[in-house]
């Protein structure tokens, strides 16, 4: 098949959010418009100066004009778009006929307030379809897929189509990324990579090699890069703190440097020329433009964060400390490291960001104190961290002793007598399944506090039970019955089981199907929902023979009396 | 700036529209009794019409709206039932409403909300077809959401995609 233009560029859509359904002959494409309405600059209604809600002396994060100082209660725009309909309109008049060219069908498009997918038939376009999961090895989602060596190979005006094509889904033109700089505020655009670390570091690597479109830095979605300080950590717990760093990545860039990929989604292409004009104007020095390594000055060093053993982290990476994002690159095997690795000073490179020829001779004692320095500028901002987080934890403190007043206490009650449940029910379900899989592994744990899909990265289980990652399904107790890749879920309750329960229950039973399903209360069901659940076994049914089992909890003999379905 | 709709307001709305929504498409079969936000279950709600539906006795939940209908040629009653949610409808939701309409098997069954359907599950029952969660007694729930800023149900919104013809005709 020709790779043309037109398909480099529908590959870029899918590299950047694409899902292959490959027993459906179809390609669906997400498109995330998290605000509802995307501005370009703001400015003064006053002076027509650029405003920001920059940090210092500004608590309430109130817009500022940065030429006359003044409070901007409202600022002006150039332009307003309401994004949802703007994507419409592309796919309408662009998107819709470029993809019925190739496939013979228009895409379907749904969606709610902040995503908008299209999905592309191919059942009249096998050769197509078979060629596009050729060209991502038979990855099926965003998430996994890495460039295609086809498009490596390939020409310079394929390979801008292609990163037009991630841009279009994946790139935000957006003012709120500017930096600070001497003449002036420097908008940057950026392109979002969600978890995917190897696209993120190829990108990297084809912007800069390829089309010479210096990369300003990657915000890794990494605990050293998104929370240095381990703030977040301290503020949201262990639970979310330890996770919030790994949404995603974000590749920056100044726009005047990506003029010649831009956007084929007009609103998206109308902002960032807004934004080039702007920085055109400024006339910004090129001087920021170093290619890594660059130097790490010593307030640059971060604490080491509890994160970095995360299995959310790729092998490469894990356990591994990084103060600079192009480590991070260096690591993933980015080209440019390719110069220094094996090379004289390799570890003084990585470590300071000094390149050799900046290096004069070092002995090894030298070498011995730089990496003590380093760990004693490490060890100093601690210190300083320590007293940030205790501050923290004084004020999550009286947070929550306000919280446990008034009629949040007869809440909390009803949640810990629940809670009470969570230990011997899933002791109860090992045992239960143990007899019935005598031979098979199967591990059973209290989940009530996570989504599952969180539950299984931090436990290893995701490449098991890939399937169902992405559902928000959260029951109390789940069982995992691994060698058969099936799951077991119980809902707890305290009292009486009303019809709300088997309901919400059922929502999960309907997409994970698990092998067996439980709602077990301290408490017999209501009466309602005996005399319905007598006539009307059907209620329960979420599967072919498959129906959720309704029981009371029995204290005294630490077993579950099932009662539904008869 | 976008204001933010309380759950009254969105309450009223809705009724508003499903009002004018089953006149519209039912007004010449059905003859509308009923559009309200039931105080009870509706096994115990005090409304002469609908004791006449089956098994009216195992109804033993309360929907935020309802609709009663009686056809006028035979005088049987339908219901459509409706739920409301600030939020995006997520699949303990959708499990909730099956329950419903496995129950009471109504005219229509539908989810509004102000957000719409979660992503994860809209891609699985608009791309992948994997419709299992909304099916009952061949019929399907329906999901809308509310554009608030247009004043109007976004159509690309309504799922499943082969009701959108229907609700917005």
């Known amino acids: 098949m020709n790779l043309t233009k037109d398909i480099a560029y529908i590959i870029g859509l899918i590299a950047g959010r694409g899902y292959i359904i490959p027993n459906k002959n179809r390609i669906i494409i997400e498109i995330a418009h998290k605000n509802y309405v995307i501005k370009g600059i703001p400015r003064c209604s006053k002076c027509g100066g650029i405003t920001t809600k920059r940090k210092e002396n500004n608590p309430d994060k109130k817009e500022i004009c940065q030429d006359c ?36 069908f228009i895409p379907i498009v749904s969606g709610n307030k902040t995503i908008t997918y299209l999905s592309i038939d191919l059942s009249k376009n ?116 330890g996770v919030a760093w790994g949404r995603e990545h974000q590749i920056k860039i100044f726009p005047e440097y990506f003029k010649r990929i831009g956007f084929r989604f007009g609103y998206k292409q109308s902002i960032f020329k807004e934004l080039v004009e702007y920085n055109e104007k400024l006339n910004f020095k090129d001087n920021e433009l170093s290619y890594p390594p660059t130097r790490i000055s010593i307030d640059q060093y971060k604490i080491k964060h509890i994160g970095e053993n995360s299995n959310r982290l790729p092998i490469e990476l894990r356990g591994q400390h990084f103060d600079a994002y192009w480590q991070i690159c260096w690591k993933l095997g980015c080209s440019f490291a390719k110069k220094y690795i094996g090379k004289k000073y390799e570890e003084v490179v990585y470590l300071s960001g000094m390149k050799p020829e900046e290096i004069k001779e070092l002995s090894d004692e030298d070498i011995k104190n730089i990496k003590l320095n380093i760990e004693k500028a490490r060890q100093e901002k601690l210190e300083k961290d320590k007293i940030k987080w205790n501050k923290i934890k004084e004020k999550l403190k009286n947070k929550e002793n306000k919280k446990l007043s008034g009629s949040s206490k007869l809440y909390l009650y009803w949640l810990l007598k629940e809670r009470d449940l969570y230990e011997p029910l899933t002791k109860w379900l090992c045992n239960y399944l143990k007899k019935l899989y005598p031979k098979l592994e199967v591990l059973t744990y209290d989940t009530s506090k996570h989504y599952l899909s969180k539950f299984m990265t931090r436990n290893n289980l995701v490449d098991i039970y890939e399937t169902y990652a992405e559902y928000d399904i959260k029951p109390d107790i789940v069982g995992f019955i691994k060698d058969k890749k099936e799951f077991v879920f119980i809902e707890v309750k305290i009292g009486a089981i009303e019809l709300k329960n088997i309901g919400q229950l059922l929502g999960y039973c309907c997409i994970a199907k698990p092998k067996i399903a439980f709602v077990i209360s301290s408490g017999y069901p209501s009466r309602s929902l005996i005399k319905t659940l007598e006539f009307n076994k059907e209620l329960l049914k979420y599967d072919k023979d498959s129906y959720i089992k309704v029981g009371v909890w029995k204290e005294k003999e630490k077993n579950v009396e099932i009662l539904y379905p008869k | 700036m976008e204001e933010k709709l309380t759950k009254i307001e969105f309450s009223n709305i809705i009724k508003n529209w499903l009002h004018k929504f089953l006149i519209n498409k039912y007004g010449k079969e059905y003859e509308i009794i009923y559009v309200d936000f039931p105080e009870r279950t509706l096994d115990l709600l005090n409304n002469h019409e609908i004791k006449k539906v089956r098994n009216i006795s195992f109804f033993t939940f309360k929907p935020d709206l309802i609709g009663i209908l009686k056809n006028k040629k035979n005088d049987n009653v339908e219901l459509v039932i409706v739920n409301r949610e600030l939020k995006s409808i997520g699949l303990r939701e959708l499990g909730e409403m099956q329950c419903y309409c496995r129950l009471s098997k109504p005219l229509l069954s539908i989810w509004f909300s102000l957000q719409g359907l979660a992503g994860p599950i809209d891609r699985l029952v608009n791309h992948n077809k994997k419709e299992e969660i909304l099916e009952y007694d061949n019929k399907k729930i329906i999901i809308l959401r509310w554009d608030d800023f247009k004043k109007q149900i976004d159509k690309f919104s309504i799922t499943p995609i082969e009701y959108r013809d229907f609700i917005l005709s």
């Not at chain 1, 209660?73 to 998107?95: A, C, G, M, V």
């Not at chain 1, 197509?128 to 005006?157: A, G, R």
């Not at chain 1, 390979?159 to 940057?188: H, M, N, Q, Y």
């Open chain 1, 126 to 241: 096998k050769k197509l379809f078979e060629f596009i999961i050729n060209l991502f090895k038979n990855k099926t989602s965003f998430d996994s897929f890495e460039i295609p060596d086809e498009i490596k190979d390939s020409n310079i005006e394929i390979k801008i189509e292609f990163i037009r094509g991630i841009s279009d889904v994946a790139g935000f033109p957006t003012w709120s990324g500017w930096l600070p700089r001497t003449e002036g505020l420097r908008a940057r655009i950026y392109l979002q990579i969600v978890r995917n670390w190897k696209l993120t570091a190829q990108l990297y690597d084809m912007l800069q090699d390829d089309l010479r479109i210096p990369v300003q830095t990657i915000d890794w979605g990494h605990p050293n890069i998104r929370d240095p300080d381990m703030i977040e950590y301290i503020e949201k717990g262990e639970e979310e703190g």
């Open chain 1, 69 to 104: 100082k003044k409070i901007v209660e409202n600022p002006l725009y150039k332009q307003k778009f309401n994004q949802r309909d703007e994507i419409l309109k592309t796919i309408e008049s662009f998107l819709s006929l470029k993809i019925k060219e190739l496939t013979g």
